[in-house]
T-cell receptor, first 114, second 113 residues
Framework: DADVTQTPRNRITKTGKRIMLECSQTKGHDRMYWYRQDPGLGLQLIYYSFDVKDINKGEISDGYSVSRQAQAKFSLSLESAIPNQTALYFC?????????????FGPGTRLTVL | SQKIEQNSEALNIQEGKTATLTCNYTNYSPAYLQWYRQDPGRGPVFLLLIRENEKEKRKERLKVTFDTTLKQSLFHITASQPADSATYLCALGRRDSNYQLIWGAGTKLIIKP
């Protein structure tokens, strides 16, 4: 996990606040992903990026935006946080090769929106 | 609707026995399936990948099977140890969506000494 870092690890905020979650990686991977994890649900893809100029929406992108500042950095923003965005957020990376590339995850950010 | 199902109830296994976890899917045509392990407060860690044309893969004490007719993957841990206790996630790689992964919710495995 040390190859993929996320900051902050925990954050409590209030409804309506803007929040940025940051992800950095030293694996040299082109592909980066943001997921959220809720109890009893599978990981849900928010956004993914295949390189600095290629950013794509995932299945639940509403209310979120992202920025790929460099190959190593991928940030997730909640423009106006709402309580149902309370969740565990993971950043992941993978190599840009064929099918089945392993995803490497960061330690997660636990976000609570009051 | 498309979905992936894993046992939501925790699986309790005696140390030394074989643990078998199930991953069922509907309405997908997966190119491959992956299994990950997740410990509390940590991100998932990759364990094994099996492709649609493969029936079985092994890695040390781990074995994965993939039956595209039954739309099911089984994940086995032989000679289980308390250190194997964790939540295990399956994830399907869809051929129609840039091979993005669709995740199950995971099964919590508890190995009792």
């Amino acid at each position: 996990d040390a190859d993929v870092t996320q900051t902050p690890r925990n954050r409590i905020t209030k409804t309506g606040k803007r929040i940025m979650l940051e992800c950095s990686q030293t694996k040299g991977h082109d592909r980066m992903y943001w997921y959220r994890q809720d109890p009893g649900l599978g990981l849900q893809l928010i956004y993914y990026s295949f390189d600095v100029k290629d950013i794509n929406k995932g299945e639940i992108s509403d209310g979120y935006s992202v920025s790929r500042q460099a190959q190593a950095k991928f940030s997730l923003s909640l423009e106006s946080a709402i309580p149902n965005q309370t969740a565990l957020y993971f950043c992941a990376t993978s190599e840009a090769r064929g099918q089945g590339a392993t995803q490497y995850f960061g330690p997660g950010t636990r976000l609570t929106v009051l | 609707s498309q979905k992936i199902e894993q046992n939501s109830e925790a699986l309790n296994i005696q140390e030394g026995k074989t643990a078998t976890l199930t991953c069922n899917y509907t309405n997908y045509s997966p190119a491959y399936l992956q299994w990950y392990r997740q410990d509390p407060g940590r991100g998932p860690v990759f364990l094994l990948l099996i492709r649609e044309n493969e029936k079985e893969k092994r890695k040390e004490r781990l074995k994965v099977t993939f039956d595209t007719t039954l739309k099911q993957s089984l994940f086995h841990i032989t000679a289980s140890q308390p250190a194997d206790s964790a939540t295990y996630l399956c994830a399907l790689g869809r051929r129609d969506s840039n091979y993005q992964l669709i995740w199950g919710a995971g099964t919590k495995l508890i190995i009792k000494p």
